[in-house]
């Protein structure tokens, strides 16, 4: 499995972008990025995913480095509500079997009002 | 709603006495999970469904049984609890595999065995 690099935590205040950086030096080039957050007492939220090319959708963008060994998850503008931990996980898609999510630490994002 | 549902959210049982959590989903997803979140370990994979009558184990799947005998359920059973299954429980489930479509996770459930 690629293991992954996140900073522990984060701190930005509210309404402004937030740029989440992961490190994933050792991913193959068949592993999707995939990001997760978990908000306090709930089960953790897909987020985004992609493979090479930058992402979009409702809640967040994805930049994915041209070498694919980093990627940033880039929140346009930060509500109180996005205050979560943040987990980036290259995911292998198998031709049958288990697609397994491994959940490091993550970031603790914090949103100063 | 789409969602994934658990029940219960807490539960305080004793040691051996045997226990079923329960995990639903309405979405029709064929792939469905079981996980535990500890302090310092973070989330680990206990069991795998890829579709009706068809799982498998995870990382961590010791002390612990599930059955996919229909596509919406997939019960965690632990036949006799002990205090290291103390945990905090999700379940998810996927359409297409997570890889896909990523998991929808249900809200938890808060396992104490004394």
């Known amino acids: 499995d690629a293991k992954t690099t996140q900073p522990n935590s984060m701190e930005s205040n509210e309404e402004e972008p937030v740029h989440l950086p992961c490190n994933h030096s050792?991913?193959?080039?068949?592993?999707?990025i995939h990001w997760y957050r978990q908000l306090p007492s709930q089960g953790p939220e897909y987020v985004i995913h992609?493979?090479?090319s930058n992402v979009n959708n409702r809640m967040a963008s994805l930049a994915i480095a041209e070498d694919r060994k980093s990627s940033t998850l880039i929140l346009h503008r930060a509500t109180l509500r996005d205050a979560a931990v943040y987990y980036c996980?290259?995911?292998?898609?198998?031709?049958?079997?288990?697609?397994?999510?491994?959940f490091g630490t993550g970031t603790r994002l914090t949103i100063i009002p | 709603e789409a969602q994934v549902t658990q029940n219960p959210r807490y539960l305080i049982t004793v040691t051996g006495k045997k226990l079923t959590v329960t995990c639903s989903q309405n979405?029709?997803?064929?792939?469905m999970s079981w996980y535990r979140q500890d302090p310092g370990l973070g989330l680990r994979q206990i069991y795998y469904?890829?579709?009706?009558?068809?799982?498998d184990k995870g990382d961590v799947p010791e002390g612990y049984k599930v059955s996919r005998k229909e596509k919406r359920n997939f019960p965690l059973i632990l036949e006799s609890p002990s205090p290291n299954q103390t945990s905090l429980y999700f379940c998810?489930?996927?359409?297409?595999?997570?890889?896909?479509?990523?998991?929808?996770f249900g809200s938890g459930t808060r396992l104490t065995v004394v």
């Open positions: 996980i290259p995911l292998h898609s198998p031709n049958f079997g288990n697609e397994k999510l491994t």
């Open positions: 979405m029709n997803h064929e792939y």
């Open positions: 998810a489930s996927s359409l297409y595999g997570p890889t896909r479509d990523g998991y929808t």
């Open positions: 469904s890829m579709n009706v009558e068809v799982t």
């Open positions: 050792t991913i193959s080039g068949t592993d999707y």
């Open positions: 992609g493979l090479t």
